[in-house]
């Protein structure tokens, strides 16, 4: 449920323009690592998973996938899809589809042709991609039951975490949550 507070003007001051604000700008960080972040450490611990994940794959021979194509590599297995398709069952946008798809090509593992029209283009598997996506399916599977270990070493449940802040988000939505502690700071 949002809010129905009115939206600031757009001629009006921006937040945080106060005395207080200019004060702290002299002191302010000057690199993202000296930022605080809560989510900095869940990132790394993506990167380090997706390095794990690359890992795995020079071991296994898998050559030119890079984490991110493998969803994509395993949904084309069915048969050709439009980036825009690819993009939708990936949860990713078209950009960055298209990006993955243009390097997937120049690894060998697809091949595109013009779409239904001029804008689409059709993407499907090389014979080389095709012979990679069994693996990638092992591969999936066994990532989701490495991070549960990883999470029940850890004594967490990540469902549990996550679920909890999605219903934290149901209750009061993260703008709501944001403008709050902005104008809190503002007096």
């Known amino acids: 449920m949002t809010s129905s507070r009115p939206r600031q003007p757009p001629d009006a001051a921006p937040a945080g323009t106060g005395a207080r604000s200019q ?19 869940l990132r790394d611990l993506q990167r380090r998973i997706d390095e794990g994940i690359a890992e795995v794959y020079a071991v296994l021979g ?14 084309l297995e069915s048969g050709p899809l439009s980036i ?10 078209h950009s ?10 120049d690894a060998g593992l697809v ?22 996506v069994p693996r990638l399916w092992d591969e999936w599977y066994a990532t989701e039951r490495a ?8 004594g967490v ?15 009061e939505p993260f703008a709501d949550r944001l403008l709050r502690r902005m104008r809190a700071t503002d007096g």
Do not use: K, N, Y
Not at 23 to 41: E, G, H, K, M, N
Not at 84 to 93: F, I, P, S
Not at 113 to 124: F, K, N
Not at 157 to 171: C, E, F, P, Q, Y
């Open 111 to 132: 091949r595109s042709e013009p779409g239904s029209d001029a804008r689409s283009r059709l993407v499907s598997l090389t014979e080389h991609g095709r012979q990679l």
């Open 157 to 171: 449940s990540l469902r549990d975490v996550t679920g909890r802040m999605a219903a934290a988000l149901d209750r």
């Open 62 to 75: 898998v050559e030119g996938v890079r984490p991110r194509f493998s969803a994509a590599l395993m949904f």
């Open 23 to 41: 004060q702290a700008q002299t002191s302010r960080p000057r690199r993202i690592a000296d930022l605080p972040s809560a989510w900095r450490p």
């Open 96 to 105: 960055a589809m298209s990006q993955s798809v243009a390097a997937m090509r």
């Open 147 to 154: 991070v549960e270990e990883v999470a029940e070493e850890a």
């Open 84 to 93: 825009r398709e690819l993009a939708e069952r990936c949860e990713v946008t």
